[in-house]
């Protein structure tokens, strides 16, 4: 069985005896005038936690962002797992042009009357970004430098507003203190066209500038593409909805001729009929608003997994680019201290100062350097891996949203089937 999980379910882990571990299990979300907040339960063995296990942990939505701005800054040669969307939403409404409805999350509750089968929209949303929290939190959990980072540890244990420093205390192998990272479409490196053919990518050396391009163009042509995929997902969603409302509205015309009908058993059958359509529309209704905030939110997951990679690609050109910028410095350096030796006269001020900025120069040049060389080692690894994840995780989301679009038809046959025992006798 494979034990990965999806947006829809969180990652079960399993510890041997000794191997450091933090797990995380988010057990409620709700949704205040502030905004989104989680509350999770953690376990863990890492010696810097003041202690083992910590219950009820409450965290806002932007607090996880924090955490996961200061990791994506910190840890250059990680990708790190995309922070789900605040809400779902059910982009169903009849008019093109109108304002998406907005589903908050509310307290988990049963939809009444034929759908109390199925989860009311209001607690679908809150399985939705509940899930998404887990595998985010669980993502980090199961890497072996992430969890350990000392800001984690902070977002677990302070009793305060968590508000991590701008740069870590102890920096570790893998970060970097002096590139500022930034992340969207306009400070994005533009990826020349990228290759298609499977032969002509394998021949490609990972790692290398000709791979990450043809990475960071494939994802570029992916986010591309979602825009109209997402736009027709919503009016298929919109379209079902017209279409359960014409049901509906079927089911009354059903009703009103069943009350002048002569005939009592075929006034009978026509109401019946009516009553049944009346509960498939309200099936049918309720599976609008939720394959489409569903497939809506699932897109804009898979549009965030694509940047982080994107992101991490373009961070990486940055930190070559700064890496340039400081060679030139210190070779300007170094020639502002060759022209003072063959000075008639030197001034000792200025040239302790020249050599103090050549120092300092080889220094950023070298920490920079180290930096660079542990990111071009680690990061192809890490995209690798999180495309994998990525892989799996949106073939079980896909799988479990088959499954629900199933049991809402398999509901609707069982409400059709009722019209088959409309019989002569039914009603003797």
Partial sequence: MDNRAS???PIPRHHTRGEDYITFKVTQAERGKKGSSFRFDVTTNLPNFKRTQHSAVERTYSELGKLRAHLVRTYPGVVIQALPKETAHTPTSVNANAKQTVVH????????????????TSFEEELLVKDAVQLFLTRVASHPVLRNDYELREFVETPFLFNPSTLPTEPSKMST???????????????????????????????????YDTVGSQLTEYETDLGPTRKAAARVG??????????????MKNVAISVTESDEELSFALRRTGNLFHRVSEI????AEHASMRMDYFLDWYERSAECVLDAITNRKQMHTEFDH???RTERRRQNIMALKSASSIHT????????????AKSEQSTQSQFLEVVNDE????IKEFENQRVQDTLLWLRNLSKRHLEFEKQQLAELERILQLTPQTHS
């Fill in 326 to 328: 400081l060679n030139k």
């Fill in 379 to 382: 990061l192809p690894c890490s």
């Fill in 238 to 251: 919109r379209k079902r909805k017209v279409l359960a409302e014409l049901l509906q509205e079927l089911a």
């Fill in 349 to 360: 001020e200025r040239a302790d100062q020249a050599l103090e900025e050549y120092e300092q």
């Fill in 177 to 211: 203190t002096f590139l500022p990272f930034t992340s969207g479409r306009k400070s994005r490196h533009s990826f020349p066209q990228a290759l298609h053919d499977p032969q002509e990518i394998g021949t490609l050396e990972v790692g290398s500038e000709p791979w």
């Fill in 7 to 9: 947006p829809s379910r």
């Fill in 284 to 287: 049918q209704q309720l599976q």
């Fill in 105 to 120: 999350i509310g307290p988990t509750a049963q939809a009444a009357g034929p759908t109390h089968q199925f989860n009311s």
